[in-house]
């Protein structure tokens, strides 16, 4: 199995600056694409920011600029560097693996960790 461990989360003034960490342990070949989303209440699961295996990266139109998507292939990690952070940004954050595994690809979650951004 695989678990994801997510870290960082917590309450932030707007226009503060928050930093995620995932990282993937288990049985692990290789990872293809890491990601980051986000579910507001009531709202449907969004996508933030991926990276890709070649470290290309893309992201939601309302973080561009504002937010950085990276990660550590040596310790299958991704990290997401949020700054000039907004209300609407409040969210529980979701870390997302598409993990190699023999000749099998699966898609892996973490638990979540709240973001509250406060105006």
């Known amino acids: 199995q695989v678990q994801l461990a997510e870290s960082g989360g917590g309450l932030v003034q707007a226009g503060g600056s928050l930093r995620l960490s995932c990282a993937a342990s288990?049985?692990?070949?290789?990872?293809?694409?890491m990601g980051w989303y986000r579910q507001a209440p009531g709202k449907k699961r969004e996508l933030v920011a991926v990276?890709?295996?070649?470290?290309?990266?893309d992201y939601a139109d309302a973080v561009e600029g504002r937010f950085t998507i990276s990660r550590d292939n040596a310790r299958n990690a991704v990290y997401l560097q949020m700054n000039n952070l907004k209300p609407e940004d409040t969210a529980v954050y979701y870390c997302?693996?598409?993990?190699?595994?023999?000749?099998?690809?699966?898609?892996?979650w973490g638990q979540g960790t709240q973001i509250t951004v406060s105006s």
């Open positions: 997302k693996a598409d993990v190699v595994r023999g000749r099998s690809l699966y898609v892996y």
């Open positions: 288990g049985s692990i070949s290789s990872i293809n694409g």
């Open positions: 990276i890709k295996s070649d470290a290309s990266t």
